[in-house]
């Protein structure tokens, strides 16, 4: 994705806005049960930005759900129309945004760098062979970039 690439989207009745600088740290596609709920599909699409680099206006509630890890979550619905539009989810919470890539307008280049928690995934997703899988979770120490643990580190620093 474009480095200075700016996005914006919104919620289904479009009370809430979002914006977004620059390219995600990573993109996940969750594949776990509970995204699977929380979404209503077969995952979760999950493009994680420091907090510096999201912007969000309009009516938004936090509303705290049980996770794979045993740890909760806390989604940011819409006060409306209760539609997702980002989380935060405990090692980081505010720091880092787990924006739901579905409520982006523009979706272009928007794409899994990593499918995770697949061995919930449901039988009929085909998984490109391309893109790393786990059936579980990974270890970003062993996965990412020296460039996303840079941009992680200076996310979760603050």
Known sequence: MDEARARS??????????AV???????HACHCTYCQRESGSAFGLNCLHAADAVAIEGPVERVVTPSASGKDQWILRCA?????V???YSH???????????????KAGIAP???IH??????????????????????????????????WKAAARG
């Open 92 to 106: 980081a919470r505010e720091k880092i945004h787990f924006v739901r890539a579905g409520v982006l307008e523009d």
């Open 118 to 151: 697949t061995r919930a995934k449901m039988d009929w997703v085909s998984l490109d062979p391309e893109v790393p899988a786990f059936e579980d979770f990974y270890d970003a120490r062993d996965f990412w970039s020296e460039e996303q643990m840079r941009r």
């Open 113 to 115: 760098d990593v499918h």
């Open 86 to 88: 980002s989380g935060h």
């Open 21 to 27: 600088t620059g390219p995600p740290i990573i993109t």
């Open 9 to 18: 989207g919104r919620c289904a009745c479009g009370a809430v806005r979002i």
């Open 80 to 84: 409306e129309c209760h539609v997702a």
